[in-house]
Structure formats: C-alpha cells, structure tokens
C-alpha cells in the first residue's frame, strides 16, 4: 500500500528502552501507559528517523540507555511511497548519530527526501508566547517537509554567519574578509526565505480548502526588526550595508535568522499570543493538519505525525475530530497518553500499543483495542 509509514520499529539501548520491537501497519499508533513508562522515547526513536535532532533536540549521549551508555541504535522499515526502506541511526558510544538507508551510510537530505516527519509536544504550547526561535524552528521544520534541502540552505547559512560574527567580534573593518562570506550567506538566506514562504503559501491554500473543526490560522512571515530582502543580490547588500551597525553589535542584526512567524485566529481576528492554551493549542494542530493535507498533495503522502499528549488536552468534541481527520488523511499518526480511554474513540481505526516499565525493564506490546 502506497503512503508513508513504519512497519516495523526496532529499538536498542535508546533512553529507557533496553530492547523493543514494533510490528505495524499504515493505521494510526495510540501508546497508552503511566507517566515515565517510556512513551515520549519510544516517538522520540520515530522523529529521529528523520533528519535533525529529534522531538526533544537532545544530544547523541543523552540518549544512550543509562547506566550503561553504551550506544544506541534504531532501526525501521519505512514505506515511503513505493518503495520499502530499512532506515537506521545509530550512535558508537557517545560518537555523533549516524544515518544509514538500506545498509550504506546516508545523508541527512537522503533522508529528508523520503521521510516526512511533523510533530507537537507539549512544550510547544508555549511556542507562540515565547521567544521567536521556537516559532522559527516550527516554521522551518514544516518547511522541510515540503523542500528536504531546506536543512542544507539553513546549514550553509549558518556556517557562513558563524564566520562573518567572529569577524565583527573582532572588529576586522577591511571589506574584503567580509564579501565571499556574505554572498554565500545572501544566497543560503534568499533560498531560506523563499522555501518558507513557499511552506506558507501551501499551508495556507490546504486551510482554505479544507472542512475541518480546527480554526484557522493565519500566518505571516515577519522580522523581528526592519523588513527582510527579497532576493539574494538585496540581501547581499543589505548586509553590507548593515556591517557598520553589525560592527556595534558584534553580530549580524539583518537575514532570515530574525525572521518571526505572526499567528492570527483567523475567525476572531485575535493575535495567536492572546489566544487562550487550548485555542492556541488547536492552532498548532490545525497548522499540523494542513501541513500535512498539503503534503499528501505534493508528495504524494501525509507525513508521519507524532502526537504527545495530544489527546488529554483536547476537549472530547475536538478529540473526536482531531481522530476522524487523521483517518480521512490516512496518516500514520503516533499519539501518547497516559490512559487507553483517551483513544476508545478510534477503536480498530488505530493499533493500540501499551508500554510499561517493571525496575527499569520496559515492555511494548501490540494490543487489541
Ligand atoms: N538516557 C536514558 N537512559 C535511561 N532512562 C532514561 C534516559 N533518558 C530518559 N530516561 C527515562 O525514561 C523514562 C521515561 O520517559 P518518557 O518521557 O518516555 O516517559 P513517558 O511515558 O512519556 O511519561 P509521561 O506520561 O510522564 O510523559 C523517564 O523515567 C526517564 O528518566
Ligand atoms: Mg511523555
């Protein structure tokens, strides 16, 4: 069956899960469990099957099964379309991850390119009144479900930005030490900038077509000060021209890295900031959806989705909804909660799986719903 799922995840020395084995078909996964069983790693190993660093951002080691801190490895069979691939991060010891496709080593745009994976954790509740990072990191991790080499350009950016600073720390004022580097960070940067309006563009159009009982977010791409470049010649000479306040600043005041995403509740016409938690909560889910709406379109699969505590946050009328929309997409959306009953409502719409921890031996297991 053509879409995107795993239909087996192995799990070895990762977090809390000395050894765990998953047989799964394309349906949705509603984990159930009490609180430290082991349910946010297990979604955790998923986001990591896709490329950066994972739902909780943490590093090689801190995932290593403790005491022992071993390594750890993660091993899935992914359908990606047509195709079936056998995807596997590892790490040696504390070394950094390693990807692997089909038993040769991988980049993580080879990755990209056939795994789609969106998610919200609870932490991200907070993500429209807190600092503009979250929000940039949310945009842009939506951004490379559609465009893949969107982490590439962010990389390349980046790098080149880390030099240009260390030149205006230290003070260097000869123009020359700065052009190669702000015509690679002009490129990188209109590139950036244009894969995240096209994001935006895409979300926006899968809102207005769709039926749905999540409200609508309206989003804008801002900055946090002055407007950004439209292309990479005015970007180039923007930072040029910036450089002498750059100087002051010791550090690059102009490009996409001060970009900001301005949320509005469309049917209100209230700023997503002044929302209450679970209308700002729905917001998130409803961008989630019609992510993942366009990107059955323009993939030609939904993503595969990783949903943390979604359910218990949710009133039941939106539950409810939240459910039927995730089966009309055919998404395979991994959900966590602490009790079956939060999921009685998908019934044999979804695998139900239960994990727990006995003395610090965990268990996943299969069960009929
Ligand atoms: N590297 C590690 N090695 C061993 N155990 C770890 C490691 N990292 C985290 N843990 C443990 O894993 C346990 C399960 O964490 P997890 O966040 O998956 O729980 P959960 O089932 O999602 O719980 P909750 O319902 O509270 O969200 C925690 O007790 C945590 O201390
Ligand atoms: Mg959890």
Redesign the pocket.
């Known amino acids: 069956m053509p879409g995107l799922y795993l239909s087996e995840l192995t799990l070895s020395h990762f977090?809390?899960h000395k050894s765990g084995r998953l047989a799964l078909d394309a349906r949705p996964v509603a984990i159930h469990?009490?609180?430290?069983?082991?349910?946010?790693?297990?979604i955790?190993a998923v986001s990591l099957l896709s490329p950066g660093r994972g739902l909780r951002r943490a590093a090689a080691q801190?995932?290593?099964?403790?005491?022992e801190?071993l390594g750890w490895k993660i091993t899935g069979l992914l359908h990606s379309l047509q195709r079936v691939h056998e995807v596997e991060i590892l790490s040696e010891e504390g070394a950094a991850r390693q990807v692997r496709i089909d038993e040769k080593s991988a980049t993580q745009l080879a990755l990209g390119r056939i795994a789609r994976v969106l998610w919200l954790i609870?932490s991200m509740d907070r993500l429209w009144i807190e600092g503009t990072e979250g929000r940039r990191r949310f945009l842009d991790r939506m951004t490379m479900s559609f465009l893949p080499d969107h982490g590439d350009a962010a990389l390349a950016y980046e790098k080149a930005m880390r030099e240009r600073n260390r030149l205006l720390k230290d003070q260097v004022r000869d123009a020359h030490w700065y052009l190669a580097l702000e015509r690679q960070m002009a490129e990188a940067g209109a590139q950036i900038h244009a894969n995240r309006k096209h994001a935006l563009a895409l979300i926006a159009g899968a809102q207005m077509q769709a039926e749905t009982a999540f409200p609508t977010a309206e989003l804008e791409l801002t900055q946090t000060e002055g407007e950004m470049p439209e292309g990479a010649d005015d970007l180039r000479e923007a930072l040029a021209e910036s450089r002498f306040r750059d100087l002051i600043a010791g550090r690059t005041l102009v490009g996409p890295h001060r970009a900001d995403l301005y949320g509005v509740y469309a049917a209100k016409g209230v700023p997503a900031a002044d929302c209450s938690t679970g209308e700002q909560k729905a917001l998130l889910v409803s961008l989630i959806l019609a992510n993942a709406r366009a990107l059955a379109r323009d993939f030609g699969a939904p993503p595969i989705l990783l949903l943390?505590?979604v359910a218990a946050h949710l009133d039941a009328t939106r539950r409810a909804a939240l459910y039927d929309e995730i089966c009309g997409l055919g998404a395979q959306a991994w959900m966590?909660g602490?009790g079956p009953e939060l999921f009685t409502e998908l019934g044999p719409r979804a695998q139900h799986v239960h994990?727990t921890?006995t003395d610090g031996t965990s268990r996943i297991t299969s069960e009929a719903p």
Do not use: F, Q
């Not at 469990?33 to 297990?42: C, D, E, S, V, W």
């Not at 801190?62 to 005491?67: E, H, L, N, W, Y």
């Open positions: 977090r809390s469990g009490p609180n430290g069983a082991g349910k946010t790693n297990l955790e801190d995932m290593a099964r403790r005491p801190s609870p943390d505590e966590t602490t994990v921890d």
